[in-house]
């Protein structure tokens, strides 16, 4: 994600490959309206800033024109942003969204108003730790402003994520904590996460590469069938995996966002390999 906004340009940082760009030609994403809510500014050592245009490489790896994004980051390091590598990370958890949703991580609050923004979600409890992610939303109003009301559902509790438990049934769990796309133990934290929550469906953010990092060390394809052995191992009601081409993107968003973050002993598939394994592979 950094190396969108931070000009480390070259698939090993993130960026798109620029010698085989033609900007004009681009795909532009569509806009998203959550961005007209946000305006720059600094929360202790947090920042909220907006980018004109920048060239994006998706989550399912569609290179796109984006233009108007609004971007979080702390020191330097890009928490998030409206970039279509983001929200389309999300995308399919916000589908899955109805009855009771519990957000992990309020962020730009994105997720959280998107999906309170849906008629079938009666509520919307997001848990965020940090203190100044939450001064910033009382300046920023996000929730109280959006239309029809639809910011009374949210309810904002300042607790740890790991530690936080409901008080009562929860739809869809929602954990996206995390600053890197892949971390180690990922799926055990949603995991611990999920015993304290007990959610009917679950969708965490990286998912698919945490499938598909599992699932190649047990040398199972990224099909249908291997990502839902796969899935079953992590005890989770994950939900996503039935919705279409799912294997197909999941192997997208690996070869795109995976640079060389494999489990120790994987014998990395050649369709799936790409140019920052390769120099992951030749620093080892
Ligand atoms: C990537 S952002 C979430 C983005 C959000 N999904 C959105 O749509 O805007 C991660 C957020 O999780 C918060 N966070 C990190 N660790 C946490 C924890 N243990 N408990 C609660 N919040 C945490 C960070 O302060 C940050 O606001």
Wanted: hydrophobic share 45%.
């Amino acid at each position: 994600m950094v190396g969108q906004f931070m000009g480390n340009a070259g698939p090993p940082s993130g960026g798109p490959d620029w010698s085989t760009i033609d900007v004009n030609a681009l795909p532009v994403t569509p806009p998203d309206p959550i961005r007209e809510y946000f305006q720059p500014m600094d929360v202790g050592a947090w920042a909220l800033r907006s980018v004109p245009a920048a060239v994006c490489t998706g989550y399912w790896g569609e290179v796109q024109l984006a233009q108007n994004l609004i971007v979080l980051a702390r020191r330097q390091k890009v928490w998030m942003s409206t970039a279509p590598m983001e929200l389309e990370s999300q995308q399919i958890g916000v589908d899955f969204a109805r009855g009771h949703v519990v957000v992990f991580g309020l962020g730009l609050g994105w997720s959280t108003a998107t999906s309170a923004l849906k008629p079938e979600v009666e509520r919307v409890t997001v848990v965020e730790m940090d203190a100044n992610v939450l001064e910033m939303h009382e300046q920023i109003k996000l929730f109280e402003r959006l239309p029809d009301g639809a910011g009374d559902k949210v309810n904002i509790v300042h607790a740890d994520a790991l530690e936080w438990k409901p008080d009562g049934p929860v739809d869809l769990l929602m954990p996206d904590i995390w600053v890197e796309l892949v971390s180690w133990g990922r799926a055990e934290e949603v995991h611990d996460m999920q015993a304290n929550v007990g959610a009917d469906m679950v969708y965490f953010w990286g998912q698919e590469l945490e499938l598909a990092r599992h699932a190649a060390r047990l040398n199972r394809p990224l099909d249908d069938a291997g990502l839902a052995a796969t899935a079953a191992e992590f005890d989770l009601p994950l939900v996503g995996l039935d919705t279409p081409g799912y294997a197909a993107r999941t192997r997208a968003a690996t070869r795109e966002w995976m640079k060389g973050r494999w489990l120790e002993g994987t014998a990395i598939p050649d369709d799936l390999r790409s140019a920052a394994d390769d120099a992951m592979l030749s620093q080892s």
